[in-house]
């Protein structure tokens, strides 16, 4: 990735630019671009807080797949993989000459759905403004998956591309000493015509019939415009 950037910033704005020539070219030719890049020294317990760089980098490409040694020079690594049309994974692989093979039977991990989730909540509700832990709440009373408030906006830069693609574009901002999250629906930028994302992959698809209880919008700092779900 080093010898082909066009500068030394290491900003997100700089990162993501960078990569979005790459994800652009691959695009328009149709074609997968595996770009090779380091992992920090610092061990984390989500492998993909390893990449090198800021948030940029996985906010602009399609999927990330991160290859951790189990020891130096023992051959045998995990490699965590993780993307908008991948599954997700975590291989365990063994170095076979100038090979890595799987030693062990592939169990997919469940898909990717954060950006069907947040489409389809905005379907309806077309603004939202609140915290990320309101924002968690609405996606577990309509969809029945529960998400860390934490990972919200780490969810949201990864999904970033996606989302934009389905209409829908968001705003990390601070107000009152609190962080909140602004969500906007546009529905001539939604690449689905309207229609729900979540009913096509929703493991438990039941969920999206359910009527979820209404409750209050308010956060101690911020509201929301105080549409309640229906």
Not at 58 to 79: A, P, T, Y
Request: aromatic share 6%; glycine share 8%; with cysteine.
């Amino acid at each position: 990735m080093q010898k082909i950037r066009s500068g030394d910033e290491t900003s997100y704005a700089a990162d993501y630019k960078e990569l979005s020539v790459l994800k652009n070219l691959a695009d328009k030719l149709r074609i997968a671009i595996l770009l090779v890049h380091h992992t920090r020294k610092c061990r984390d317990n989500d492998p993909f807080n390893m990449i090198s760089g800021t948030t940029g980098i996985s906010g602009c490409v399609d999927g990330s797949m991160v290859m951790i040694e189990k020891q130096r020079g023992s051959g045998e690594v995990v490699l965590h993989c993780v993307g908008r049309d991948i599954e997700n994974l975590e291989l365990h692989l063994k170095r076979s000459g100038a090979h890595w093979v799987a030693d062990e039977k592939i169990i997919p991990k469940p898909r990717d759905t954060f950006s069907f989730m947040i489409h389809d909540l905005m379907l309806e509700k077309k603004y939202f403004k609140g915290s990320a832990t309101l924002l968690v709440g609405k996606l577990k009373m309509q969809f029945g998956v529960k998400i860390p408030s934490n990972k919200i906006t780490q969810n949201l830069v990864q999904h970033g591309i996606e989302l934009k693609s389905f209409g829908v574009t968001f705003e990390i901002k601070r107000s009152c000493g609190q962080r909140f999250i602004i969500l906007n629906y546009d529905r001539e930028s939604d690449s689905s015509d309207g229609r729900a994302a979540w009913v096509e992959i929703a493991v438990t698809p039941h969920l999206v019939n359910a009527l979820p209880m209404r409750f209050d919008d308010s956060d101690s700092c911020c509201e929301s415009d105080g549409t309640a779900l229906k």
